[in-house]
């Protein structure tokens, strides 16, 4: 791969998390992470002085006959951030954004320590990175849409509390709700949206070992409680 040490190869993982996108002009994007190792050399013999794993995430882009790839984010030399889970979505102008598990903290490589939610959305040939969930365990399993008014929508699974978790955007910040935390559920959710814009989610129930699918409430006598 791109800036990959030859002679360590077979340490690399390219694409251990990815997500497949066609665009408005039917295009096929990829958006995918992984790790290579990267290695520093003798100006003299040309012997290997250090090597290091430099995690990153990518866009790749198909074009007849090859890809375009850009990097999204990768961590700095010597960093032991990882990214994981990883979702993308279009909003209606056709920018993509994509919400990603950002691992780090005081741990080391294959030892992540605190997982946060973060975006990555492009702008004049970057790509911009923001935090947007400081948590320590979230981001499992992450899921971004868009509604009808370009708010975002993103769910995922927090690995502490073992709840499932949405976050929705109102066009002046973010609200984070608690979809279920009845036992050990959330892992392996995912998220549609109906004509009202309203979420609906499917994840899995680990203490009972059921699949769940939660619905929007109705509240029938208009008493603001769900019936």
Known sequence: GDGEAEEYSGNSKIGRWSDLLIDNSGT??????GYQVQASYSPIDGSIESAWYSEFIRHATRSPGAWTISTVVSNDTGDSTEY??????????????IAYQNISGTGSWFNPTTQSVWMATPSSGFW??????????DGDYIRLMFDSND???????????????????????????????SGNVGSYIDMLLDS??????????????????AVPGQDEDSDGVVD
């Open 28 to 33: 096929l994007n990829v958006v995918y992470s």
């Open 84 to 97: 994981y889970w990883l979702d993308g979505a279009f909003d209606s102008s056709g920018t993509l954004h």
């Open 128 to 137: 911009n990175t923001e935090r947007i969930h400081d948590g320590t365990s």
């Open 151 to 181: 708010n975002k929508k993103i769910a995922w699974y927090n690995n502490a509390d073992d709840d499932a978790i949405l976050m929705r955007e109102d066009g002046n910040g973010y609200e984070l709700i608690t979809i279920s935390e």
């Open 196 to 213: 009202n814009d309203d979420q609906i989610f499917a994840f899995y129930d680990t203490t009972e070992q059921d699949l769940i699918v």
